[in-house]
């Protein structure tokens, strides 16, 4: 599968901002889909993820309440709603598909990521 994210920009803190991942190929729905983050010089991080039929997501504490993860496997399409945002959000977004579970080593597809960056 092949991942574009898409819908980075600029905003204010305390803006909304909507990130969006397409997905190529009729196998979407057969794949957990996930969002990362990397800040400039610090470690790509966990943000969210999503199961297959979109029933089941999940959070990193630093974004619960503000971000909300969906999909729409009609349109091969993850998006990312991302609320209340901070300075400390600011970064490279990717989006990864996992044909099994949701750790790191399993997304084994990504996207190209898509930069947000949050002005203070």
């Known amino acids: 599968v092949q991942l574009q994210a898409s819908g980075g920009g600029l905003v204010q803190a305390g803006g909304s901002l909507r990130l969006s991942c397409a997905a190529s190929?009729?196998?979407?729905?057969?794949?957990?889909m996930g969002w990362f983050r990397q800040a400039p010089g610090k470690e790509r991080e966990f943000v969210a993820a999503i199961s297959r039929s979109g029933g089941s997501t999940y959070y990193a504490d630093s974004v619960k309440g503000r971000f909300t993860i969906s999909r729409d496997n009609a349109k091969n399409t993850v998006y990312l709603q991302m609320n209340s945002l901070k300075f400390e959000d600011t970064a490279v977004y990717y989006c990864?598909?996992?044909?099994?579970?949701?750790?790191?080593?399993?997304?084994?597809?990504w996207g190209q990521g898509t930069l947000v960056t949050v002005s203070s």
């Open positions: 990864a598909a996992s044909r099994s579970g949701y750790s790191d080593y399993q997304y084994g597809y």
């Open positions: 190929g009729r196998t979407f729905s057969t794949y957990n």
